[in-house]
């Protein structure tokens, strides 16, 4: 009788084959079905489970109340034109997540074609609103995981655009931990899920850690430090050296994302001390070098540009860009700085030049402008509350009370009675 004896290369080409099968059925397999792969080969099922002390999310309060930055008409102004008027169908997640963070989870409208905050909400955390937008045609925005409710994101069709900006924008909005979620295939989730699972999933090596530092700085403290799915143990001090790696000009939106989380974790250390004094003292230089480089780089109209961390030479060699690049950096920097001390400031008249600039552009476009541009609008209606140390919508309330729009006896939307 004869033996045939199998090649070493042979035998490791097959045993690579099988282990990549394995690999891809895993990876379509069930959450369930995951779970019990893992319980049997003694990987851990899930993530020990992070309990944040609270129901509702930390808020950072503005410092300032400044008419001379904005006065009550041009605020007014500003949040008629920002409104969420939202067509139903195909309803981008990034817009609805913009306008939730802008005018929170309890916003009212007199006007009906403007989307409540219960109605964004409900759009985000339900899948059936979701399916009632955008159809079976493309993939479902929620998705069961192993420790809880993932986000789909990215630039594909239905997706939120940025890395946990979903959870973010949701947070900032006020929702509780204990909200309700739906995804297509279960009921039961929460808000709480959906936390878990972007602490379980998150990467130190991630390119945006904006939306994660700001979430998760608005749901743990005093907790400085949780476990990723490899054991390795995170904490605020490594999200904020990640939100300062590279030029400042590195981000979304030109850098100021990072710039508002880092600004965020500052505030959030003055209660709490989440960073260690290193850490500290770290994101407070960074931040005095973003002073210093917009105290220089804005433009005589009062605009910045997404250039701004090039400081002088920004106004010496200008960029030929569009506006809403310029709205992005006026709009955003004017949002952390209602949030930051007077140590970090640039001289006074540069903010005031700021706001009147975002002023005047954003009364100056049409709604198709606004609506075409809203994720950058939204933050010239946010920040300029924040200037007024009040909500979008606890200030729209009142105005609304106090100044119901109408027009030859009729009632009509804000939009139209103060369009230019």
Request: aromatic residues 8%; negative net charge; hydrophobic residues 40%.
């Amino acid at each position: 009788m004869s033996s045939r004896r199998v090649s070493v290369p042979v035998l490791f080409a097959t045993q690579a084959v099988v282990l990549a099968a394995a690999i891809v059925s895993y990876g379509l397999a069930s959450p369930a079905v995951q779970r019990e792969v893992r319980t049997e080969v003694n990987l851990p099922t899930s993530p020990p489970r992070v309990s944040p002390p609270r129901l509702t999310p930390l808020v950072i309060a503005p410092l300032y109340d400044d008419p001379e930055v904005v006065s009550d008409r041009e605020l007014a102004d500003v949040l008629a034109k920002v409104q969420p008027r939202f067509a139903p169908a195909k309803l981008k997640p990034n817009f609805v997540e913009h306008a939730l963070r802008t005018w929170s989870v309890n916003a009212k409208f007199a006007d009906p074609e403007v989307m409540s905050g219960e109605a964004m909400k409900d759009y985000l955390v339900d899948h059936g609103k979701y399916l009632a937008s955008w159809g079976d045609k493309v993939d479902p925005l929620l998705s069961d995981k192993e420790a809880g409710v993932a986000v789909r994101w990215g630039k594909l069709d239905g997706a939120s655009v940025h890395h946990d900006h979903w959870l973010a924008s949701l947070t900032e909005a006020g929702v509780s931990y204990d909200e309700p979620v739906f995804t297509p295939s279960r009921r039961g989730h929460t808000i709480g899920d959906v936390l878990q699972q972007s602490l379980w999933d998150f990467r130190v090596d991630e390119v945006e850690t904006e939306w994660s530092a700001l979430a998760f700085g608005l749901w743990l403290p005093p907790q400085k430090q949780w476990q990723l799915r490899d054991g390795r143990q995170v904490d605020f001090d490594l999200l904020a050296d990640r939100l300062m790696r590279g030029d400042r000009k590195l981000g979304v939106c030109a850098g100021t994302h990072r710039v508002y989380s880092l600004m965020v974790l500052i505030r959030l250390d003055d209660e709490f001390q989440i960073l260690s004094p290193a850490a500290r003292d770290r994101a407070w230089k960074h931040l005095e070098g973003v002073r210093d480089a917009i105290a220089v780089s804005q433009f005589p109209d009062g605009h910045w540009p997404s250039n701004w961390p090039d400081g002088a030479s920004a106004v010496t060699k200008p960029l030929d860009e569009e506006l809403y690049k310029k709205v992005i950096a006026t709009g955003h920097h004017l949002e952390w700085l209602a949030i930051a001390p007077t140590e970090l400031h640039p001289p006074r008249d540069r903010i005031l030049k700021a706001a009147d600039w975002v002023i005047g552009t954003t009364r100056g476009q049409s709604a198709t402008d606004i609506i075409n541009r809203y994720t950058f609008f939204s933050h010239v209606g946010n920040s300029l509350a924040l200037w007024r140390k009040t909500h979008p919508a606890d200030f729209w309330r009142q105005w609304e009370a106090e100044h119901p729009p109408r027009l030859n006896g009729e009632p009509v939307s804000a939009l139209e009675a103060i369009a230019p």
